[in-house]
């Protein structure tokens, strides 16, 4: 399948700023789908509210945009219900991390088989700039303008400590990483975490005086690494990208369907 027969054309020109980073993420998760021959009727894509959330209305899958934090309750009830099919939900740092902590921490902790991608820009996007909890202390935001005080969290490690079988980081800049690791992330059964840093040149670019798209994106050149590399051993400050876990744990939807197999066995 084309992968323009996975958009709803009818929805363009979408409502991203020019330079966003979101618009690269929708591209190589569509070429992850089709490199991996899936027909847009396996695929669920389930989204809260938030730029980033956006890109539910732009597919042409099986998609539900639901409430602002709630996307992983929404697909969790669908993969329970619909165990055969792909769930993947796109969420920005705050829809994931702030209102949606909760359910993050809890999906990973059961290992339920759906595709968690944190499309990570350190800030709210759509509501006008408001700081996050990923955008790190010093960072300057709308509602922050004297610097942030708040400390910031590390989405992967949160997710291996949480119980995720599947974590993993790349970049805006790295646009072919992002299928390789999608295509492993939908294909593994559990619970994946793909953090995707994503430049909001309007926002966090503007506040935080980092140029324009095109200099944000050379800043996750030069500030990540491949995970190991003898180039964060010189220079610790540098993002490792990479698949960090991957391993097999027992799946929820398996585990429920056993449970419910012994509860009938049992009347
Ligand atoms: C319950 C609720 N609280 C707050 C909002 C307002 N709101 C909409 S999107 C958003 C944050 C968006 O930031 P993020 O999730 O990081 O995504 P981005 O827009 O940066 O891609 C907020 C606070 C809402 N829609 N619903
Ligand atoms: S406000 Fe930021 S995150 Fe939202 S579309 Fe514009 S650049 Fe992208």
């Given at each position: 399948m084309a992968i323009?027969d996975?958009?709803?054309?009818?929805?363009?020109?979408?409502?991203?700023?020019?330079g966003?980073?979101?618009?690269?993420?929708?591209?190589?998760?569509?070429?992850?789908?089709?490199?991996?021959?899936m027909?847009?009727?396996?695929?669920?894509?389930?989204?809260?509210?938030g730029?980033?959330?956006?890109?539910?209305?732009y597919?042409?899958?099986?998609?539900l945009?639901t409430?602002h934090?709630r996307?992983?309750?929404?697909?969790?009830?669908?993969k329970?219900?619909?165990?055969?099919?792909?769930?993947?939900?796109p969420?920005?740092?705050?829809?994931?991390?702030a209102?949606?902590?909760?359910?993050?921490?809890?999906?990973?902790?059961?290992?339920?088989?759906?595709?968690?991608?944190?499309?990570?820009?350190?800030?709210?996007?759509m509501?006008?700039?408001?700081y996050s909890?990923?955008?790190?202390?010093?960072?300057?935001?709308?509602?922050?303008?004297?610097?942030?005080?708040?400390?910031t969290?590390?989405?992967?490690?949160l997710?291996?400590?949480?119980?995720?079988?599947?974590?993993?980081?790349?970049t805006?800049y790295?646009?072919?990483?992002?299928?390789?690791i999608?295509?492993?992330?939908?294909?593994?059964?559990?619970?994946?975490?793909?953090?995707?840093?994503?430049?909001?040149?309007?926002?966090?670019?503007?506040?935080?005086?980092?140029?324009?798209?095109?200099?944000?994106l050379?800043?996750?050149?030069?500030?990540?690494?491949?995970?190991?590399?003898?180039a964060k051993?010189e220079?610790?400050?540098?993002?490792e990208?990479?698949?960090?876990?991957?391993?097999?744990?027992?799946?929820?939807?398996?585990e429920?369907?056993?449970?419910?197999?012994?509860?009938?066995?049992?009347?």
């Open positions: 323009k996975y958009i709803r054309e009818r929805f363009f020109p979408h409502l991203w700023c020019p966003c980073g979101h618009g690269i993420i929708l591209n190589s998760m569509l070429r992850a789908i089709e490199q991996l021959g027909s847009k009727n396996e695929i669920v894509m389930v989204s809260g509210i730029c980033s959330s956006r890109i539910s209305g597919v042409d899958f099986h998609t945009h409430i934090g996307a992983l309750a929404f697909a969790t009830g669908v329970l219900s619909r165990p055969e099919l792909n769930l993947v939900v969420m920005g740092d705050g829809d994931a991390l209102i949606g902590g909760n359910h993050f921490i809890h999906a990973a902790r059961r290992n339920i088989d759906i595709t968690a991608v944190v499309m990570n820009n350190r800030i709210y996007g509501t006008g700039g408001q909890p990923l955008s790190g202390h010093g960072t300057v935001a709308t509602t922050a303008p004297f610097t942030n005080i708040d400390q969290f590390d989405v992967v490690k997710a291996t400590a949480a119980g995720a079988s599947f974590v993993a980081r790349t805006a790295h646009a072919r990483q992002i299928s390789d999608l295509r492993k992330a939908i294909l593994h059964e559990g619970f994946s975490v793909v953090e995707i840093l994503s430049q909001c040149p309007t926002y966090f670019g503007r506040k935080n005086r980092q140029g324009s798209a095109v200099d944000m050379k800043l996750y050149k030069d500030n990540t690494t491949p995970i190991g590399s003898k051993e220079n610790p400050e540098l993002i990208r990479g698949i960090f876990v991957q391993n097999e744990q027992p799946e929820y939807c398996r429920y369907d056993r449970i419910i197999k012994r509860a009938m066995g049992s009347r």
